[in-house]
T-cell receptor, first 113, second 111 residues
Framework: NAGVTQTPKFQVLKTGQSMTLQCAQD?????MSWYRQDPGMGLRLIHY???????DQGEVPNGYNVSRSTTEDFPLRLLSAAPSQTSVYFC????????????FGSGTRLTVV | RKEVEQDPGPFNVPEGATVAFNCTYS??????FFWYRQDCRKEPKLLMS???SGNEDGRFTAQLNRASQYISLLIRDSKLSDSATYLC????????????FGKGTSLLVTP
């Protein structure tokens, strides 16, 4: 199993550009989430999904959109990149139910200049 | 009050030592608790779930005290390879299965 695959691994954007961070999992997990990690801030939840067609906002959703058209894929769209969105982005997935921890992808390091 | 709080450390311990990390959480309705490990510039990896009765996995023991809203992780016989950041994680109650992460406790095991 590949697990959770994120692409790209690195990206540099100019302010105002848009892009999509891809996330795919092959474990048939119901739950998927996007987090960003900044120095001194820990991991913060951007958006999450409990199944295809269902998404919800986390604590820092502004400037990001998500959709979940299939169980496998959960792309994160940056609408108009800002330097404040420079961060490491992690996608994660989990089976439904308590006590199943999330499996994380290897991350996308995004720099907005 | 932050939802999940941890002492950031760093904890510097010699090989073979026993070290304990603590964590507190603010939402008494939370039901799922975990410890994750994160190596520098890598993704977090699940170390262990934490159960009310306490649980052990080799050299690692996790405890949960719901009354005090307190979680602990004990590492016995520390190895150099245990050097990492340890993240305390609690689910967001009433929000599906979203998770709240502590900022992590840094551990450095020295020869």
């Amino acid at each position: 199993n590949a697990g959770v695959t994120q692409t790209p691994k690195f990206q540099v954007l100019k302010t105002g550009q848009s892009m999509t961070l891809q996330c795919a999992q092959d474990m048939n997990h119901e739950y998927m989430s996007w987090y960003r990690q900044d120095p001194g801030m820990g991991l913060r939840l951007i958006h999450y999904s409990v199944g295809a067609g269902i998404t919800d906002q986390g604590e820092v959703p502004n400037g990001y959109n998500v959709s979940r058209s299939t169980t496998e894929d959960f792309p994160l769209r940056l609408l108009s990149a800002a330097p404040s969105q420079t961060s490491v982005y992690f996608c994660a997935s989990s089976r439904q139910g308590e006590n199943y921890g999330y499996t994380f992808g290897s991350g996308t390091r995004l720099t907005v200049v | 009050r932050k939802e999940v709080e941890q002492d950031p450390g760093p904890f510097n311990v010699p090989e073979g030592a026993t070290v304990a990390f603590n964590c507190t959480y603010s939402n008494s309705a939370s039901q799922s608790f975990f410890w994750y490990r994160q190596d520098c510039r890598k993704e977090p990896k699940l170390l262990m779930s934490v159960y009310s009765s306490g649980n052990e996995d080799g050299r690692f023991t996790a405890q949960l005290n719901r009354a005090s809203q307190y979680i602990s992780l004990l590492i016995r016989d520390s190895k150099l390879s245990d050097s990492a950041t340890y993240l305390c994680v609690v689910n967001k109650a009433n929000s599906g299965y979203a998770l709240n992460f502590g900022k992590g406790t840094s551990l450095l095991v020295t020869p």
